[in-house]
T-cell receptor
Framework: GENVEQHPSTLSVQEGDSAVIKCTYSDSASNYFPWYKQELGKGPQLIIDIRSNVGEKKDQRIAVTLNKTAKHFSLHITETQPEDSAVYFCAANPNDYKLSFGAGTTVTVRA | NAGVTQTPKFRILKIGQSMTLQCTQDMNHNYMYWYRQDPGMGLKLIYYSVGAGITDKGEVPNGYNVSRSTTEDFPLRLELAAPSQTSVYFC??????????????FGSGTRLTVV
C-alpha cells in the first residue's frame, strides 16, 4: 500500500519566519495530495490540497508544491504567526476511496 | 450544519469490556472512515465505507467491527478492549472519493483509554 513519509516531526520557528514541511509517497498512482492542520483537542481540518496535474498552488500565506517525478510534495508557510502553531499532516490517495497520512509535524511559532 | 459528530468525547474502558464509538454526519456524504491516531504515528485507517451497506477493512482492522445501515451513521465497535486500543479515534466523511473535489471532513475525536 501507499507509504507517506513526513519530515520533520517537530519544527520551531520564529514568528515572521517561514516553515517548510516535506512529504514523500511511494505509490505513483496517487494523484491527490491534501494537507491538514490539527489544533489541540480538535479534528484535522483541510487547509490546502494539490492535484497531480498542478505543480504549485498558493492560498495567501500557505503554498504547496508537488514533484511527481520525485514523488514528493511540500507545504510552505510564510510570515508565520502564533496561530499557525499546530500539528500538520500530509496525505496521498493510493486509490479512489481513501487517504494515507504522514506521521505529522508539530509546528511551534515562537513569539 | 453540525458536520461530523462523534460521541463520546472521552471514555475509559477496562480490559475485556466492549463499547461502540458513534459517528454521524448530516452532509449526505457517501464515504465514511474511521482512523486512529497514536503519538508520532499519524492517522491509521481502521475501516471505511463507500455507501450504506458497504464496508471494507483498512490498515489496522483487528479488534474492531463496523456497520453502515444508513448513510448518516457509521459506528465503530470494540468487542474485547485491549490496552493496545488506547488511542484517539477520528471519524471522517466525504461526498465524493478524496481527490474528486474535496478532502475529508473530520469529527472532533474520541479519546479512549483501556486500563
Amino acid at each position: 500500500g501507499e507509504n507517506v513519509e513526513q519530515h520533520p516531526s517537530t519544527l520551531s520557528v520564529q514568528e515572521g519566519d517561514s516553515a517548510v514541511i516535506k512529504c514523500t509517497y511511494s505509490d505513483s498512482a496517487s494523484n491527490y495530495f491534501p494537507w491538514y492542520k490539527q489544533e489541540l483537542g480538535k479534528g484535522p481540518q483541510l487547509i490546502i490540497d494539490i492535484r497531480s496535474n498542478v505543480g504549485e498552488k498558493k492560498d495567501q500565506r500557505i503554498a504547496v508544491t508537488l514533484n511527481k517525478t520525485a514523488k514528493h510534495f511540500s507545504l510552505h508557510i510564510t510570515e508565520t504567526q502564533p496561530e499557525d502553531s499546530a500539528v500538520y499532516f500530509c496525505a496521498a490517495n493510493p486509490n479512489d476511496y481513501k487517504l494515507s497520512f504522514g506521521a505529522g509535524t508539530t509546528v511551534t511559532v515562537r513569539a | 450544519n453540525a458536520g461530523v459528530t462523534q460521541t463520546p468525547k472521552f471514555r475509559i474502558l477496562k480490559i475485556g469490556q466492549s463499547m461502540t464509538l458513534q459517528c454521524t454526519q448530516d452532509m449526505n456524504h457517501n464515504y465514511m472512515y474511521w482512523y486512529r491516531q497514536d503519538p508520532g504515528m499519524g492517522l491509521k485507517l481502521i475501516y471505511y465505507s463507500v455507501g450504506a451497506g458497504i464496508t471494507d477493512k483498512g490498515e489496522v482492522p483487528n479488534g474492531y467491527n463496523v456497520s453502515r445501515s444508513t448513510t448518516e451513521d457509521f459506528p465503530l465497535r470494540l468487542e474485547l478492549a485491549a490496552p493496545s486500543q488506547t488511542s484517539v479515534y477520528f471519524c471522517a466523511s466525504s461526498y465524493l472519493p478524496p481527490g474528486s473535489r474535496d478532502g475529508y471532513t473530520f469529527g472532533s475525536g474520541t479519546r479512549l483509554t483501556v486500563v
